[in-house]
């Protein structure tokens, strides 16, 4: 089994940053894409960005410039920095990872439980 767990979560005033990690744990034999998405409330869940096992990155147009997705590869864990937030950054940041376990045939998208991110204007 394997699993993601969040973390970093919480509340922060407009203009300020927040870093949120995800952390893979469980029975892994790869890792290939990992991501974080979000929903905020009364809509549909969205892409912030993404990053595949070599380092290439992909942001939504909303967050460039101000976000900054991360992994360690050693590590198996993502981060995302975030940093200028906005009100309309509010929601639950959902980790994702495309990951192969060692008894699996072929990679699944496994989710986070998600973690609050709540920006006061």
């Known amino acids: 089994q394997v699993h993601l767990v969040e973390s970093g979560g919480g509340f922060v005033q407009a203009g300020g940053s927040l870093r949120l990690s995800c952390a893979a744990s469980?029975?892994?034999?790869?890792?290939?894409?990992m991501g974080w998405y979000r929903q905020a409330p009364g809509k549909q869940r969205e892409l912030v960005a993404t990053i595949t096992s070599g380092g290439s990155t992909n942001y939504a147009d909303s967050v460039k410039g101000r976000v900054t997705i991360s992994r360690d590869n050693a590590e198996n864990t993502v981060n995302l920095q975030m940093n200028s937030l906005k009100p309309e950054d509010t929601g639950v940041y959902y980790c994702?990872?495309?990951?192969?376990?060692?008894?699996?045939?072929?990679?699944?998208?496994?989710w986070g439980q998600g973690t609050q991110v709540t920006v006061s204007s």
């Open positions: 469980g029975s892994i034999f790869s890792i290939n894409a």
């Open positions: 994702n990872a495309l990951i192969k376990g060692t008894f699996s045939s072929w990679p699944l998208p496994i």
